[in-house]
Each structure stands twice: as C-alpha cells, then as structure tokens.
C-alpha cells in the first residue's frame, strides 16, 4: 500500500467532510466528536430507537461501539445497523471489552450476526473473543497474551467476512487474504482514555470517502499514528494530559508531506 495514496485519503477526508454517526461509550464520546471535528469529520452522536435508523441511512459511516453498552442502546445498534445496511453505509464495530464478561461476549457475537459490519476495530484480546479464540483480557484493555497477532486478525477476518483491525504497540489491518503492519502511533496512546474508541471513528470517516476498506482502513492507522508521534514530539515531558490536546491538534494538522515521510506500513506475505 502506497504513502501517496494513504496521504490522498486523508485529503478526501478533509474534503468531503463526511458525517459520522456514533453510537459510543459515555467515556469517549465528547473526546470522539472532538477528533472526528480536528480530523475534518463531522460527528452526530444519536442513540434514540425512534430516530438510529434514519440517521444511519443519512451518514457516510456508522460506528458502534459497546464500551458502556446496555439492552436499549444494544436495540438501537441493530437498528442502526440494519438502517445502514440497507443503504449501503459503511459499518465500523469496535467491541470494547468482548471477552470480560459474558454479556458483552454475547453482544458483540449478536451485532457481528445480525449487522453486515465492514470493518471490525479492537485490541488482540476483544477481537479473540469475538471470534471464540482463545485470549486472556482484563476489563476494557487488553490482556498480557503474547500471541500471534498477525495469525488472528488473519483468522477472525476470514470468519467474520470482514476487514479486521487489530491495534497494539503495531496495528495490523486485514481481510483475510492481503495483511498490512502499520508500525506507527506512541506509548502516550495508552495512557489517554478513548484512543481506540477515536480511532474506529476515524477509521469511520475512511471508510465514508473510499470504498476499498483495506485502504480506508491503512490510511486511518496511519495518519492517526502518524499524528500522534508528531504531538508526543511536540508536548515535550509535560505527559498525557498536554499530549491529549496536542493529539486533537495533529489531527488537524498532520500534512500529505509528514504522512509520506513518517509512515510505516508494510505487507505481510
Ligand atoms: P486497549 O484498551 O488495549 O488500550 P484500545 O481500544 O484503547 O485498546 P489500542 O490498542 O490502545 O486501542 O489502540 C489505540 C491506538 O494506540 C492505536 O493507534 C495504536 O496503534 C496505538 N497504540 C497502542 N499501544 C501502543 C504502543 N505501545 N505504542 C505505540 N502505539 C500504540
Ligand atoms: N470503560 C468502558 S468504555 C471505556 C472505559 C474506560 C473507554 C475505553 O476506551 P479505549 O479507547 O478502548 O481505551
Ligand atoms: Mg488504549
Ligand atoms: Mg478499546
């Protein structure tokens, strides 16, 4: 996958200014709308039964996230879904925390199932789970497993029929049959809460402006990471708090020139 056309990608972004329908956590979602907005998205967050399925049928993407999930708001990803399907939008599926307690096993299983979701975004631990492989995870972050990362989101795209996004210290973005290792983002990640619930956002706003998945889905790793070393750089030793700011920052700024010269993807065979 080529720099240029990632960097073209995220220009079509900034753009088309697609609209990003949420249906999120109540720890992100102030965050999330923020970065969608810096990145050059424009975010709605809607969760009322009654309106979920016009709203999805008017957006560019849909992302559900479970994070803080519960039975009316799981009734209104299906809605959601289902409004999006039918329309043909892109559907983004990060299931926060499968894996940690049965319920949450249960629904993202349920939202694979009952969803046609093009690409599914999570730590190695919740995309384990939601394909039934085994995996250790600890609440909503991801276990200590050391396994082949590369090996499961290979497997879990294959079973889904999706892309898979598997992220960590390196990103690895798949539909089962190409595989691409983006070694791009900064340890300051961790320590900000939504980072990963952002990212399938703007994995969202990809997947809006460019129908090739894998490529909507490399481009967002990429200019996500690549932002995200330039606001490490750029907030010194101050720490999560002054990064977190300089992130949304970077978001707006990162250029084509930086996308080219700092990113790092590379095809595995
Ligand atoms: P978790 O709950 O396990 O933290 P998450 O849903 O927050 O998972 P992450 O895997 O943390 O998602 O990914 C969010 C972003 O942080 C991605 O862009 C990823 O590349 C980046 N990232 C995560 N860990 C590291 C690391 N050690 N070094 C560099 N980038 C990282
Ligand atoms: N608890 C439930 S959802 C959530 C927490 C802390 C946010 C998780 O965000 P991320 O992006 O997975 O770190
Ligand atoms: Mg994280
Ligand atoms: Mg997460």
């Known amino acids: ?24 956590n109540v720890v992100v979602t102030n965050f999330t709308a923020n ?23 008017l957006a560019g993407a849909l992302v559900l996230n479970i994070g803080t999930l519960n039975e009316q ?16 939008v892109p559907v983004i599926f990060d299931p926060v925390g499968a894996g940690a307690t049965a319920y949450r096993t249960t629904t993202a ?28 995870v600890r609440g909503v972050d991801a276990g200590a497993n050391k396994g082949d990362v590369v090996a499961l989101a290979q497997t879990a795209a294959r079973k889904l029929g999706t892309v898979v996004v598997v992220t960590g210290p390196e990103d690895v973005v798949t539909d089962g049959q190409r ?8 340890p300051l990640l961790t320590k900000v809460t939504g980072t990963g619930c952002l990212l399938s956002s703007v994995i969202g706003a990809f997947a809006a402006v460019e129908r090739d998945m894998l490529l909507a889905a490399t481009s967002a790793l ?30 707006s ?17």
Request: net charge neutral; glycine share 10%; proline share 3%.
């Open 222 to 251: 990429v200019s996500y990471g690549v932002a995200a070393e330039i606001a490490a750089a750029n907030q010194g030793q101050a720490g999560p708090g002054s990064f977190q700011i300089e992130f949304l920052n970077q978001l």
């Open 253 to 269: 700024k990162v250029s084509s020139e930086e996308i080219i010269k700092y990113g790092s993807v590379r095809e595995i065979n």
């Open 35 to 57: 970065g969608l907005l810096a990145l050059g998205a424009s975010p709605v967050m809607a969760y009322a039964p009654e309106e979920v399925a016009d709203m999805a049928s």
């Open 179 to 186: 595989t691409y290792v983006v070694a791009n983002g900064h």
């Open 1 to 24: 996958m080529k720099l240029p056309n990632i960097a073209s990608t995220l220009t079509k972004v900034r753009q088309q200014n697609p609209l990003v329908h949420n249906i999120t």
């Open 73 to 88: 708001e799981i009734a209104a990803m299906l809605l959601a879904g289902q409004g999006a399907n039918r329309q043909g």
């Open 109 to 136: 299983r349920k939202i694979v199932q009952e969803v046609k979701v093009s690409i599914v975004r999570g730590n190695a631990g919740e995309i384990a789970n939601v394909v039934g492989e085994n995996w250790t």
